[in-house]
């Protein structure tokens, strides 16, 4: 005889929680690689505080963030509102799996950071100005569908052919995603702080902009001065070289490969 509880459990009962888990799981899949993630990481931090505060009867703590949970409600559409665009999106084309962030073996990072500081050296050389966006743990698959998809192989003179000027491909950013050019002439957020110096034109803005966002790197050179700068959490480090420049990309891709295995590609790499 079965429990109480497991009277009324049937085959439509195995179907129904099937299709739930289903559901949850095709929605972890659409945000994975998307600045979506870290919100709802922060959503998860709110819970456990709500939780601990009724727990521990502390009143006006919970009274805040009750408070803070109603205006969270309302304001829902508008912080996910690209990943649902997105999402939306993808369901109208059919496209239910997102490409997957890559975590690099040391030698594929040596290589990439080789062949990054390799174009740049030239570009600097002949002043040609150039964007490369590095992702890391936060995905920029936004990003990444506002230009032209390439996924090809990384290599110094791929990269300088990219951003030869008039060349189809040279106005934007290059997005570069493991050991891969993503994609090519995307469009980025620009920074709104109004404390930039006012002779840092779009690239940089643009630079600062997707690093606020996301923990992307950003690689700038100035078409103007050939001067190379590098924009990581909202900060701009300018009058770089090619030395200092692989100096911090070996530490800041280190930091990427020793943290990569997050919750979301625990479960892709397990």
């Known amino acids: 005889m079965l429990p109480p509880n497991f009277e009324n459990f049937n085959f439509m009962a195995v179907v129904d929680i099937v299709a739930v888990a289903f559901i949850i799981y095709r929605m972890t899949m659409f945000i994975k690689g998307t ?3 870290q919100l709802l990481k922060g959503f998860g931090v709110l819970i456990i505080a709500s939780y601990l505060s009724e727990a521990l009867n502390l009143n006006t703590l919970s009274w805040l963030l009750k408070q803070a949970w109603t205006a969270l409600i309302v304001a829902l559409p508008i912080v996910f509102q690209p990943e649902l665009r997105r999402t939306l999106e993808q369901l109208g084309r059919g496209k239910l799996f997102p490409a997957q962030i890559a975590v690099m073996a040391d030698e594929d990072r040596s290589f990439l950071i080789g062949e990054i500081v390799r174009a740049v050296g030239v570009l600097m050389k002949n002043k040609i100005g150039a964007l490369i966006i590095i992702e890391r743990k936060t995905g920029v698959n936004d990003v990444i569908e506002t230009g032209t998809w390439i996924d090809g192989k990384v ?27 993503a994609a090519a002439a995307c469009y980025l957020p620009l920074t709104d702080d109004p404390g930039l110096s006012r002779e840092l034109g779009t690239r940089h803005r643009a630079g600062i ?42 530490e800041l891709l280190q930091q990427r490969t020793t943290n990569a295995r997050s919750f979301w590609q625990w479960r892709s790499n397990p």
């Open 35 to 37: 600045r979506a993630v």
């Open 155 to 181: 290599s110094g003179e791929f990269l300088v052919n990219i951003f030869i000027p008039k060349t189809p491909l040279h106005d934007g950013a290059v997005v570069v995603r493991g050991d891969r050019v």
């Open 209 to 250: 902009g997707i690093t606020e966002q996301s923990d992307a790197v950003a690689v700038i050179v100035s078409e103007e001065t050939g001067n190379l700068s590098m924009a990581v959490d909202g900060k701009l480090t300018r009058f770089l070289d090619e030395t200092s420049l692989r100096s911090r990309l070996e």
